[in-house]
């Protein structure tokens, strides 16, 4: 085996293995360092046991609301335990594809923490402290994609009971009866919305005037006028002060002297870079002040040859996002000058009950950047697939341009809420990316009865002629 390869990849989460799979399928022969489990934070302690959990939370909540359909069942229990084999099935099916896809691009994987050791012509990397043993692989290029760790707060120890990130939350054996969840952002909202509907009583503590920022307005108020309908409790604006164990139970201290007690506290506070053990310093590429990994349009550092793509750069810190970079790089590497990301316009969901999504402008946001713009907003309240689902919360929101002749031009935003929705709004993110008009997408047929009739009916309102809205 050649320890000589055209591109070494560090880090095998969602932004390394897409750098990896797409530079492999391109013929290019890749090295892929790896110092935990191949899939990272995405695979283990992100996404996919996040929405693992949700779904058993959704099942419970078909369950006790099946009567309504004539369906006879017991009131539900949750053993946890079960859920929490289930969710590592899903797992370690999806590691053991991803191994094998690695593998059948004969990617070379190495087990072990990967050292950035120097970055002339040829470029080193250092492995050791795993399985592989110590060795130095070379590389003509190398993608950096160590990927970020959980924030905390001083004060807050976590100690994987009582004190919890999502590292440990994902993993618990047992749901406690009362939980506070600081951060009211998309990871702390979507464990608020999964605990509450399998029977935790929950408290948000938000230090921003509202949950969920970069959401639509109108579409944060159905999710929490949803929340708080299933017992949520969400205090905004407040700031977290401390907190202390009083009779057996944590006591979380907030806002002017406010406290609540709970089982559990989970931190939820966003995530930081982790570059911490790629050594960066001694081959001179410096951090920003915030940690990020500082990259060009093709995610290229200021050291030719050497890319950083995924958490550890300062864009969303989404799975999908990664992977766009991790091809990015790629292609860059290929010489293929790559269209950059186009990070206005990324598509975003939230798997909340219920769910959010969405791409492009807010109204806000559209108005700030000097649009002058129209919108249409549809509710699934009179959408036929919704009520025979039985879920009719939530609306679909579109924002265009308005026209010098004061119609509805470019799509600029889409925005859903509401059953299934982070399925739904391919279409739209489409739409925008396309530049698409509202007469164009007006134009296209949804079939019937679908819940994207509502998308449908929305963009086709704004052409001035819509049939049920
Ligand atoms: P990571 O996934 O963090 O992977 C980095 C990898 O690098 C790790 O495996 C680490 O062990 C390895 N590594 C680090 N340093 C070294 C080194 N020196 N040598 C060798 N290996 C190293 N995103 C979505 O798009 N959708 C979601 O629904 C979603 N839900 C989420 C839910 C939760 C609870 C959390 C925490 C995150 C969620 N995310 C979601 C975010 C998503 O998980 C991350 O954006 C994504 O995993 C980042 O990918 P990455 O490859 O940059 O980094």
């Keep these: 085996m050649s320890d000589h390869f055209d591109v070494v990849v560090v880090g095998g989460g969602p932004a390394g293995y897409a750098a990896a799979l797409y530079g492999a399928a391109a013929g290019l022969n890749i090295a892929l360092i790896e110092k935990s489990r191949l899939g990272g934070t995405c695979l283990h302690v992100g996404c996919i046991p996040a929405k693992e959990l949700l779904e058993t939370a959704a099942v419970f909540r078909t369950v006790k609301h099946a009567s309504v359909f004539g369906v006879g069942t017991s009131e539900p229990t949750i053993d946890f335990g079960v859920t929490q084999v289930r969710k590592q099935g899903v797992i370690d099916t999806l590691t053991n594809g991803l191994a094998g896809l690695l593998k059948h691009r004969k990617v070379t994987v190495y087990d072990g923490v990967g050292v950035l050791a120097s970055t002339g012509e040829l470029k080193t990397v250092d492995v ?3 399985s592989s043993g110590d060795l ?8 950096l994609a160590a990927g970020s760790v959980p924030r905390t707060i001083p004060g807050f120890d976590v100690d994987g009971t009582r004190i919890v990130t999502s590292d440990e939350l994902l993993s618990i054996q047992e749901l406690p009866a009362r939980a506070a969840v600081i951060g009211g952002g998309a990871i702390g909202i979507e464990f608020a919305s999964m605990m509450a509907d399998l029977g935790t009583s929950v408290t948000v503590l938000e230090a921003m005037p509202k949950i969920i920022p970069g959401v639509d307005p109108d579409a944060a108020r159905v999710v929490e006028r949803s929340l708080k309908k299933r017992g949520i409790d969400i205090r905004t604006g ?3 002060s401390g907190q202390e164990v009083v009779d057996g139970a944590t006591r979380v201290s907030f806002g002017e002297g406010e406290s609540v007690d709970v089982d559990m506290v989970v931190l939820s506070i966003g995530r930081r870079p982790f570059a911490d053990m790629l050594g960066l310093d001694a081959v001179g590429i410096a951090l920003d002040e915030r940690g990020f990994i500082p ?5 290229q550092t200021q050291t030719p040859g050497v890319y950083a793509v995924g958490d550890i750069i300062a864009t969303a810190q989404l799975a999908h996002i990664g992977f766009a970079e991790g091809m990015v790089a790629i292609r860059a590497i290929l010489g293929e000058d790559p269209k950059p990301v186009d990070y206005q316009n990324v598509p975003w969901c939230i798997y909340c009950h219920p ?5 492009g402008h807010t109204e806000e946001s559209a108005k700030e950047a000097g649009f002058d713009v129209v919108t249409s907003t549809h509710k699934f309240a009179g959408n036929g697939r919704a009520m025979i689902v039985g879920e009719t919360e939530g609306l679909v929101k579109v924002i265009a341009e308005k026209d010098a002749d004061g119609t509805a031009g470019r799509m600029l935003g889409v925005h859903m809420v509401g059953p299934w929705v982070t399925e739904q709004l391919g279409q739209g993110y489409m739409a925008i990316n396309w530049e698409a008009t509202v007469d164009d997408v007006a134009h296209f047929i949804q079939p019937h009865p679908t819940m994207s009739e509502l998308f449908g009916e929305t ?3 704004l052409t001035g002629r819509g049939l049920h809205g």
Aim: negative net charge.
């Design 136 to 143: 130095s692989v070379t590389g003509d290029s190398v993608v």
């Design 295 to 299: 990259v060009d349009a093709s995610c």
């Design 355 to 359: 769910e959010v999504a969405f791409a």
């Design 459 to 461: 963009v086709m309102a």
């Design 238 to 240: 407040v700031m977290v």
């Design 128 to 130: 050791s402290g795993g």
